[in-house]
């Protein structure tokens, strides 16, 4: 493949991405900024605003850290609108919007021991406190949920919002009432007006569980504990709330007039006191030491704690400190968030399974030793694809150059932000005597047939898609989609059921519902007696299934859903080929003899990947037997011979060669077609006549070899009756 220009400026982008902030030029860090920029407001909307996050959190912290770094080091080139100036994201629409009195920030991130300690020294030197002044901190968990303003009015919870995007969120009062843990009074010694912030999360067995009920219902499953409850919570249908598990744990306060106590331990303790559920694993702290020490309890106990935390929060616990030191743009000076890093654990790659995707895909799956990953069992992790596992790397991903993964290898495994666990890196120290590279089959493990490769894909893909029982039931929806077969009363549902009561497990057997479930059907059991069906509506499927008996030849191909062929292709397959017995013969020839393929390669708009997934399909016997069992039950129409009769070149065989000079190669082929000529791309014994332009070389000779006809540009134009000044 030859370099785009785009291919190029992405390579230019990685140099810089190489580059410390500092040694870039102006231009770099401009594009650099903008690339990063670009990637965390994209990763934002994503997290906040769909709660379906793309990237792991620790990638998401490297991005937003490094354009921060760059931002740093060319301040002049920072964007008033950087995402590093940003908090969260804006309400989405559909729910009302709230105000926030009392701005809803966020907090400042710390990585290492260094981060802690340089953290505790600016305070001290913002508020000139001496060595020996005692500086107290409470460190607490930071909870992996999403925060939630409370507002009471005379002790009544009178509104509840979302952050949004620091300034606005989304107004969840009726979802928030539905939370136990949230009172919907506080007591009379609180005062009379107080926002409670707090974060709402999920515990993991009541997530677990209603993943097992979303999958049982065939809804979306969660991705983690987070999302769960972050996707819970802002749900427009209040009843969807009330239905999820959802608990909560105050650690602050918005508009607060009259706050009962001096320290942020003291307001805690006052919330207790009040019935607020606020995390019992806080710990005063006097030193960083003390600090660190509390982050190690913490981080062991994760595992046990039942729900996710990402890190411990360390706040200043004198809140007149809090006041004295106050915000930046968008995080307070007085707290800072020391993250967990990513979870990574070693383990064994005990073997490799192929799971086949609903479209054929070929994914492997690593069958590892189950090993305690951040507080999790993990006993399998995603291989991504062929080039993953020999080390050739995938995109987005660390590349472990040239180190392959076998079986029996000692592999680092990894978790960050709950996303599906990875195998990193292999260590070939620990490489079993013997060990064999993988041999990734060729073949797919659920039907057997051929697994070919596309060219420029990472992916192997099952080309059995008719009998496939791993792709069946979304072949058979789309068979009898709308632009396809097109059968009325046969929809995605339908097809869904008739394939789970086995009535249906290929294309054929549709249109053999009447002699088997219809009225008179030889089976017991009767389409009419299906749940929501009753006589009325079998009978009309059954006739709509008639109906379709003769689709048209387009129609047909495209309903086959082979990979790459969509409705123009089918079109076009259609146009050419004229009827099915040609299209089918050619196609099967296409993938033994040159000139067939050439043929097919000859039509516009069809390119390798195309032809090459046809003639796959094709060569494939289960498809053949799919096929012929579809063929004694459907008769695809022929496509209308286009300005046929009329037309002196319908149903020849038309080869360009050499410069146009009157249109483009393209627009030859095109108008060519449209009067009824197959246009082909090489010349062979069946060419009926070859335009040769200036420079016509070899397509001519042969031409002339084989005494085709052979016209000129003008020639060809008078012959078509497009002659003449143009
Ligand atoms: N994976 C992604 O694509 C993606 C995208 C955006 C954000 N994120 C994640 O979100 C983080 C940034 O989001 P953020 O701005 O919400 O910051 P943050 O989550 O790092 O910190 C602020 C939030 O922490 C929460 N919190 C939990 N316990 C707390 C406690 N005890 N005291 C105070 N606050 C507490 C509050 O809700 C507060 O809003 C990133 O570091 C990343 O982990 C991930
Ligand atoms: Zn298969």
New binding site residues.
Partial sequence: MTDTPEKAAETDAEKAAEKAPEALAPAEAEAEIARLSEAVAR??L???QQDA?????A???RL?RRLKAVEAAHPDLARADSPTAR??AAPAAGFAKIRHRVA????E?AFDDEDVAEFAARIRRFLSLGPEEPLTFLA????????LNLRYENRRLVEAAT?GDGTEGEDVTANARTIADIPGALPAEAPEVIEIRG?VYMHHDDFAALNERQAAAGAKTFANPRNAAAGSMRQLDVEITKARPLRF?A??WGEAPGLPAETQSGVMAAFVGWGLPV?PRAVHCESVEALLDAYRGIEADRASLGYDI?GV?Y?VDRLDWQGRLGFRSTTPRW?I?H?FPAQTATTVLEGIDIQVGRTGALSPVARLRPVTVGGVVVSNATLHNEDYIAGRGASGEPIREGRDLRIGDTVTVYRA?DVIPKVLDVDLAKRPAGAEPYVFPETCPVCGSPAPRAPGEAVRRCTGGLICEAQVVERLKHFVSRNAMDIDGLGAKQVELLHELGWVTEPAEIFTLGPRYGPQGRNIERLSALPGWGAKSAENLLAAIEASRTPPLARFVFALGIRHVGETTAKLLARHYGDWESLAAAMQRAGEDEAARAELLGIDGVGEVLAQAVIDFFADGHNRGALKHLLAEVTPAPAEAVAADASPVAGKTVVFTGKLERMSRDEAKARAEALGAKVSGSVSAKTDILVAGPGAGSKLKKAEALGVETLTEEDWLALVGEGGTA
């Fill in positions: 990763a934002d994503a997290y906040h996050p793309e990237i792991a959190d990638e998401y912290d937003k908090v969260g809803m920030l966020s907090l991130n607490e968990p930071k909870i992996d949920g999403l925060s952050r974060e744990f650690y602050g995390n990402d929060v706040k707290a968030a993250k932000g």
